[in-house]
């Protein structure tokens, strides 16, 4: 290990075999050393649950990734238990960098609460760290697979680009997470804009197609495909209307802004 470069914490959502956590794992090998700590099993969707039977197993395995060995860790746990995990018992130490991705698909709006991916930068973020999380847009028939048919060299030729900016510092400190949407036809010439969360919905639940209530089914998901609902400075808007690459600061203050001694005046009343 190269205790003189930046320490980057690598992780996902979609676990540890995934084309796009390995398509990252190599871009960000410029920039410094790479840990990869990643989820066992496929966990999107999880958000930044920390479920109770997760059973925190963690299997250190040596894979071959185009010629060169790594040393990597699949966890038993959330993607953000595995930021955890890593954190506190793999890492000698705080890692210079959380980064999350590159996913199977994007993660827009109001949605993030639910994505794994943003929740192992939320994670990160929580303890102090910067945090990066990368999501590529893809077919729907991709988000839970792990298909090579998928270019992620783009994506993480930004996931780069975006980790050494972190790196170097200079952010308002009120940003903790950085979330960078790229859209399936970018290459790395793609202009990039700041973007704001949409207040619109993008992926809306879809009730099972089912005969029975006993027949096991989730619910499932389709997007809203009417781009002129979306704000024109909005993460869906400027990747899928303006097919550019969003970049989303995010902080974990949710409070709303609103003047509290007025909230407090109508709630006495």
Same mark, same amino acid.
């Given at each position: 290990?190269? $205790?003189?470069?930046?320490?980057?914490?690598l992780?996902n959502?979609?676990?540890?075999?995934?084309?796009?956590?390995?398509?990252?794992?190599?871009?960000?090998?410029?920039?410094?050393?790479?840990?990869?700590?990643?989820?066992?099993d496929?966990?999107?969707?999880?958000?930044? /649950?920390?479920? /109770?039977?997760?059973?925190?197993i963690?299997?250190?395995?040596?894979?071959?990734?185009?010629?060169?060995?790594?040393?990597?860790?699949a966890?038993?746990g959330t993607?953000?238990?595995?930021?955890?995990?890593?954190?506190?018992?793999?890492?000698?130490g705080?890692?210079?960098?959380?980064v999350?991705?590159?996913?199977?698909?994007?993660?827009?709006g109001?949605?993030?609460?639910?994505?794994?991916?943003?929740?192992?930068?939320?994670?990160?973020?929580?303890?102090?760290?910067? /945090?990066?999380?990368?999501?590529?847009?893809?077919?729907?028939?991709?988000h839970?697979?792990?298909?090579?048919?998928v270019?992620? $060299?783009?994506?993480?030729?930004?996931?780069?680009f975006?980790?050494? $900016?972190m790196l170097?510092?200079?952010?308002?400190? $009120?940003?903790?997470?950085?979330?960078?949407?790229?859209?399936?036809?970018?290459?790395f010439?793609?202009?990039?804009?700041?973007?704001?969360?949409?207040?619109?919905?993008?992926?809306?639940?879809?009730?099972?197609?089912?005969? /029975?209530w006993?027949?096991?089914?989730?619910?499932?998901?389709?997007?809203?495909?009417?781009?002129?609902?979306?704000?024109?400075?909005?993460?869906v808007?400027?990747?899928?209307?303006?097919?550019?690459?969003?970049?989303t600061?995010?902080n974990?203050?949710?409070?709303?802004?609103?003047?509290?001694?007025?909230?407090d005046?109508?709630?006495r009343?």
């Open positions: 290990m190269a $205790k003189d470069k930046p320490q980057i914490l992780t959502d979609d676990g540890i075999d995934s084309p796009g956590l390995w398509a990252a794992a190599e871009a960000l090998s410029t920039v410094g050393y790479v840990w990869v700590i990643a989820p066992r496929q966990s999107s969707g999880a958000g930044r /649950s920390m479920l /109770s039977t997760s059973d925190g963690i299997q250190p395995k040596k894979m071959i990734v185009h010629g060169k060995e790594w040393t990597v860790y966890v038993g993607p953000a238990q595995t930021v955890q995990h890593g954190i506190l018992e793999i890492i000698d705080n890692p210079d960098l959380v999350s991705g590159i996913n199977y698909g994007l993660n827009l109001t949605g993030i609460t639910i994505s794994g991916t943003v929740g192992a930068a939320m994670e990160g973020a929580s303890l102090g760290i910067p /945090s990066l999380a990368v999501s590529l847009d893809t077919a729907k028939e991709f839970l697979s792990y298909s090579k048919e270019d992620f $060299k783009p994506a993480a030729e930004f996931t780069a975006f980790a050494q $900016k170097d510092g200079g952010f308002d400190q $009120k940003v903790q997470v950085i979330k960078v949407d790229v859209p399936t036809d970018a290459t010439e793609t202009p990039w804009e700041v973007t704001r969360l949409s207040p619109v919905r993008f992926y809306l639940p879809k009730a099972p197609e089912r005969a /029975s006993d027949v096991p089914m989730p619910t499932g998901y389709e997007v809203q495909s009417d781009m002129s609902l979306f704000p024109p400075d909005s993460d808007f400027t990747v899928l209307e303006k097919r550019l690459v969003s970049v600061p995010i974990l203050d949710m409070t709303a802004p609103v003047d509290m001694p007025t909230l005046k109508d709630l009343r």
